[in-house]
Each structure stands twice: as C-alpha cells, then as structure tokens.
C-alpha cells in the first residue's frame, strides 16, 4: 500500500480555482462564515497590544519548545510508557496507516470512530482502512457532513464549513434513511447525533488527534467543542491518538497560553466546551475509559521543515487556522480548490514540504503576499515569507535545501524573461532607452496583454517618464538650489 | 515597536519607483515638489529602476539581488531615502536586509533599510508638514495598500496627512483591510484569483459614492483602476502626492 497521491494538487489546481470562483453559492458561504470568524476573533482581542504581548508568548513557547524538539519526544514518549501507553514512531504516511491498521488486526478490529484528526486526513488514512475493509466513520459533525457527502474538509478547524444549512439540509434527508428534509440546525445536529450516538458503542477502535502532547507528564490534549473527542477516546476498547511530532510541549504550563491563542484565534471562543488531557488508559481500579492507548508520532515531512532554520518556523503552528479566515483568496476560492488537507496560507507552506513542490508546490502561486495571515497568526509564523520562500525552491534546486522537488517548477521561459528584466533593471543606459522608447511610441502598446487586460484595461506609458520630468524640472529650479523661504502653508 | 524617526534633514535621496517612472510619473514629481517645498534638497539619481520586488516576490532572488545591488549603489550617502510606494519602501525595509544576508553587501542593504521612508510617513513624522487645503470640496475613499497596513504600517500616517485637507471628506469603504488583488506577478499568475479581488474591491469603492480614489501605491492603483475602467465605472484614481499636491498650490 502506498501513502496517498498528492500530484493532483499541482495538476488541476487552475482548473479547481475557476470552478470554485465560478460558484455563486460556495463564494457567499465561505464570505459569510469567513466574515464571522473575523468578527468574532477581533472581539476576542480588543486590546491591540494585549494581542501583541499573547502572539509573542505563544511565539517563544513553541519556539523554546521546537528548539528542544528530538529531547522533548524522547521524554514524552518515556512519560508515555511510564502511563502505559504505547508508543509508535511514523516516518511516512505509509507506515503511520500501516501502524494504525496493525492495531486494528491485532484485536480483530473492523470499526474505528475518529474524532477529529487533520494529521488522519493528511496520511489518508479512511481510504487506506476502506482498502482494508476497515470502517472509520467521522463523528465530529463537520467531519459527518463531509464524509457523508464523500467529500474531505474545506477547512482544518470547520471541515463542512463550505456548506450552508439548506446544503446540510439536503444533504441528511438524501443520504441518511428515514431522515426528513428540515432546516433547522438543532434538527440536523440531532439526527447526527443519534447516528453516532450507536456507532460509538459499535466501534472497535476510537481514533483521535493531538492539541498538545505535554512530554513533562506524558498527557495527550485534545480540544473540541462536541464531545465527540472524549467519546471517540474514552467509549471503545482502544484508543489510538494520531500526533504530528511538532505537537508537543515542554510542560503543564506552556499549555495555558496556548490554548487561550488556539481557542480565540479559530472561533473566537475564550474556552471550548471540552478540554480533554488523557494520561494513559484505564487503571484497574477505573471504571471507564480504554483498555489500550496508542500514540502514533508522525513524522511525514516535519524534520525536512526542521532541519532549515526558516521553514521551521513551519512547525509553530497550533492549527487555529486563523490564517485561513483572514485570506483574502481562501475567502474566495474556499478550501477544496487548493486539493490539499491543509488549505490557506498555513497549507501553502505546510503542503509542499509534505508532498513536494513538485506535487503540491503551484499552490504557492495563489497569494498576493499581503500579509493578512501573519497578522492573524497566533504564534507569529511569516507565512508570505514561507510562502515567498517556497516559490523560490520550486525555481532552484539548491544544494543546501531539504525541500521535496525544489527545482521542478522551474519554467525555462520565464526563467529567461527574469534574466532579461534584471539585466534591463541593472544597466541604467539600458533601462532609460526601455523608458525611452515605451514612452515615445506609447500608442503602439498593445491594448490586449494577456491575463492583466482579461479584467482590466491596459496600462498607458505616460509621454515622458518620471527621469525625463525630472531632468525638466531640475533644469528649471535646480534642486540644489534650496527655495529661499519655505512656503507658507498656515 | 513603533519607529524613531529623525529630526528633519537638508537632502534627501528620492527614489521613484518603476511603475511611477514609467506610467504615472507626475505622481513621483508631485512627491519631490513636496519634499522641496518643505525646504528639503532632493536628488533623484538618474542611475536608478526598480527595487527588484517583482523578482523577489516571484521567488527569482538572485535577480531581484542583483537589481536591489544596483539600486544600493544609488544611494551611497547618509541621507533619508524617500520612495513613494510603502510595497517599494517595504521591500527596500523588510527584505533588502534579508536578501542580503551573508553578503559583502550586507552592511550596505541594513543601512539603507534603515534610512528609507515611505513619502506619506516622512512627510508627517519627518518633516512634521502642514497643509492648507486651496482645493474644492471633495468626497474622496482611500485605498492602504497591504505593504501601507501590514508591512510598514504607516496607514495612520497617511490618514493624518489627508485629515489636514479641510475640504476634503473621507469616505470609508468596507473591508478596507482587504488586498485589491494585485500582489505584482500574483496577478497575472493567478489571474482569476486576483480578478476576483479587485472586483470585490472595485465594489466596494464604488458603493462610497466617492468622487475619486488616493491611494499611496500605483501598483494598486493600476490595478484598481485599470478594473474600474474596464467596467466602465467613472471612479478615477490618483496618488497622494499629486492629490495632496494639487490642492495645496
């Protein structure tokens, strides 16, 4: 079994984008809910340097944090052992799903319920356990809906967040039996619910993700608002937490802060309704909670991003996906079109050092640089300078670089065209006779130049350029010569 | 956090930009009849291009470096550096330094960063201006550029120096924090994406009722207005300097 193809990521991306541009509905949806996440983070952090001071704590927490890395999983994974849980190390997607599915064969295990677990998505692990006539059935509602709908998420903290209610609506009346078409939320939520309700008690195996691994105790966080997390980790037999390397934390204390920045950031909320900290199975003299607990470490990529002290910065990320509320191209084209687990600005640096620029490296392309999510970035991670960067490897296969398929996104042609503007941009004499001539024959530009003028009209040269007005000017009131008295302006 | 900024000097450098150099260089003259009229010596060494940002942003930084490296070579001496673009002005503050690192020319890039000014931010923090508005009433929006809000954040700088207009009303547009879509190569890369934007933008501007745009950046403002025209919507656009310029004569 191989780990999932991410090539179609760079293949239809275009195609992707359009279609989402295309759709009326999508477009309002992600406006709408993009617009009230903003909202209701801003009112979470009405002192601008009150915000400042968080970011940078959060900032040096997961950078002290980072900086000790391959110590602190050593030690949790001793404290994990030490609470009975068993521990797993992952390299690839591959052998995480091959870990998970080894678990499941080891107790005859045929049904997993999952909370929600982005790291789940990004190794692609339903197909791999549908191959293996596994089933994994979501139960965090998001997840339901998409999984209902064959879909994946649109979003890493609210999946089905691209779907309005009359979408859900439909959705529940058409694909789950008996169901009748309604529109109201508590309805929906309801008959989720009661769904699940039985598959908790059905599952085998309950499958989660990670917050925050805390290595000073061994305690594996998890935060959520359905309770679908605790159910997922504490109904069924055995519990497996699936945990992206980067996830963990030196100590008890580094969690508060940081779950006060994660909370706000995703959905505006000064707590969530479920903070769950699982420290190990259930004691002998406990009467619920898992008989078995694993902790699936996965690597995937996260110690190219390491070992290359900018694209570490990377591995800051606590997931919030702030980032993706305030992107001004997320809110438009939503978060299929990228074709990655991780859209926004954190998918466009996370994606390619996971998949390779090669076969997640365009979406690169799909950014203005201008800033919004590093704004909005609870623990400061330059995303436009990642992104900048990425763009960069895809062009030059450098030797001190780690980055999968750096070089493959290289185009000859404007290769050339770069080479030509900088020798343009670098010879003066060169240059002026380039202003010289497009401002002399401005009338023989062209009105039609490719993708600019699709949408907008052509840009005129002016009669003269700003060297020629210049040299005018001088030649009038030479600059040297500073004017006698200022002019009175009061 | 926040910038020192220097008591007012005698000369300054001004660089012009390559997108004002060639398409909207009355906007680059008005900047240095600014800086001129409030007694300042402003040379414009002829030698000068681009900031090498199109390069840069497109991930060519060898290019861009060497672009940037001829453009260092321009400004030789310890004076300000006035630029009036903040994208400009933000790629020679933010990533000149960055570009350079490990370089011969790196001590040179850090120098230079740190005495460039956007041209709206030097007028007021710098020169400490005072304007006296001559011009007809006017109901105008403003566009802040991302480099204007985000990177250099000297959007508030911007908005001192039109409050000074008398006559002039500002009208506010929603979702000013958003980007217009330019984004340099991002908009012809990306064609629909950034389409998408400025139209979005474009709507929004046009809902003010304004009578025209100032904005503090050409490349938004070919964009901006270059989709305006296309639509057929009357709403012109002008930089700052020539705005500010034109109504203090």
């Known amino acids: ?490 | 956090m926040s910038r020192l900024y220097p008591e007012k000097p005698g000369h300054v450098y001004f660089f012009g930009t390559c997108l004002i150099d060639l398409f909207y260089p009355e906007a680059g003259l008005h900047g240095i009849q600014l800086l001129e009229r409030e007694g300042i010596k402003v040379s414009y060494p002829p030698e000068q291009s681009c900031c090498g940002q199109p390069a840069y942003n497109s991930g060519y930084d060898d290019e861009a470096r060497s672009v940037a490296a001829a453009q260092i070579a321009c400004f030789p001496e310890e004076i300000p550096v006035v630029v009036p673009s903040a994208s400009c002005a933000s790629m020679i503050r933010e990533h000149y330094p960055s570009l350079f690192a490990g370089t011969e020319q790196e001590k040179l890039a850090r120098d230079l960063a740190h005495r460039t000014y956007e041209l709206t931010e030097f007028l007021v923090e710098v020169c400490r201006i005072e304007l006296k508005d001559m011009g007809a009433p006017a109901k105008v929006v403003v566009h802040h550029s991302c480099s204007a809000q985000r990177h250099l954040r000297i959007s508030g700088q911007t908005q001192k120096l039109l409050n000074q207009l008398d006559n002039v009303a500002i009208v506010q547009q929603e979702r000013a924090y958003e980007c217009c879509g330019f984004g340099g190569t991002f908009s012809v890369k990306a064609p629909e994406i950034s389409n998408a934007m400025v139209q979005d933008k474009c709507d929004n501007l046009v809902a003010t009722g304004a009578d025209q745009l100032v904005t503090g950046d050409c490349g938004c403002m070919m964009n901006i207005t270059g989709a305006l025209e296309k639509r057929k919507d009357p709403l012109k656009g002008q930089h700052i300097a020539s705005f500010i310029w034109e109504r203090t004569q």
Not at chain 1, 59 to 64: A, C, D, G, S, V
Not at chain 1, 186 to 200: A, E, H, M, P, S
Not at chain 1, 404 to 431: A, H, M, Q
């Open chain 1, 1 to 490: 079994m191989t780990a999932p193809d991410a090539s179609h990521i760079n293949r239809n991306f275009k195609s992707r984008v359009i279609e989402a541009l295309e759709d009326q509905e999508l477009r309002n949806n992600f406006r709408g809910a993009m617009d009230f996440l903003m909202q209701k983070r801003a009112a979470m952090f009405p002192d601008p340097e009150d915000l400042e001071a968080l970011r940078h704590r959060g900032e040096q927490i997961r950078n002290r944090c980072l900086q000790q890395l391959p110590e602190l999983l050593e030690k949790l994974e001793s404290q994990c052992v030490n609470n009975g849980i068993r521990v797993h190390w992952a390299e690839t997607a591959e052998q995480a799903n091959n870990i998970i599915l080894g678990i499941m064969k080891d107790h005859q295990a045929t049904r997993m319920i999952k909370g929600k677990s982005m790291a789940s998505e990004e190794i692609g692990l339903n197909h791999f356990l549908a191959d293996h006539d596994i089933e994994a059935l979501e139960s965090d509602m998001g997840e339901y809906i998409v999984q209902l709908d064959h879909s994946t998420p649109s979003h890493i903290i609210m999946p089905a967040i691209h779907k309005n209610k009359q979408q859900i609506a439909r959705l529940f009346h058409e694909k789950i039996p008996g169901i009748d078409y309604t529109e109201d939320v508590d309805q929906l939520i309801g008959t989720g619910r009661k769904v699940l309700r039985q598959k908790f008690f059905e599952a085998d195996v309950g499958l989660s993700g990670v917050n925050f691994a805390i290595a000073e105790t061994g305690t594996l966080c998890l935060v959520e608002n359905e309770g679908n997390g605790r159910m997922s980790t504490t109904v069924p037999p055995v519990h497996i937490a699936l945990c992206g390397i980067e996830k963990v934390v030196e100590s008890l204390t580094d969690v508060p802060p940081l779950y006060r920045l994660l909370t706000r950031s995703a959905t505006g909320q000064a707590i969530t309704t479920y903070f769950n900290m699982i420290s190990g199975p259930r004691k002998p003299d406990e009467l619920d909670g898992p008989k078995e607990v694993h902790l699936v470490l996965l690597d995937n990529g996260r110690s190219r991003m390491y070992a290359d002290k900018q694209l570490q910065q990377t591995l800051r990320c606590i997931r919030c996906g702030a980032c993706m509320n305030h992107c001004p191209v997320y809110t438009k084209i939503g978060g299929h079109a990228y074709g990655s687990t991780y859209p926004g600005p954190i998918g466009q640096v996370v994606s390619p050092q996971i998949w390779g620029l090669d076969k997640a490296g365009s979406i690169t392309q799909a950014c203005s640089l201008n800033g919004a999510c590093r704004d909005a970035c609870p623990v400061n991670i330059p995303l436009p300078n990642l992104i900048r960067r990425l763009r960069h490897e895809g062009n030059i296969d450098s030797a001190d670089s780690q980055t999968l398929g750096r070089g493959s996104l290289r185009k000859p042609v404007e290769s050339l065209i770069w080479k030509f503007w900088t020798y343009l941009n670098s010879s003066p004499l060169w240059y002026r006779l380039t202003l010289w001539g497009a401002t002399r024959f401005r009338n023989l530009m062209p009105s039609s130049i490719g993708p600019w003028t699709r949408y907008r009209s052509a840009p005129r040269p002016a009669e003269k350029s700003l060297h020629e007005l210049v040299k005018a000017h001088q030649s009038q009131s030479p600059s040297h010569v500073i004017k006698p008295t200022k002019q009175e302006t009061k």
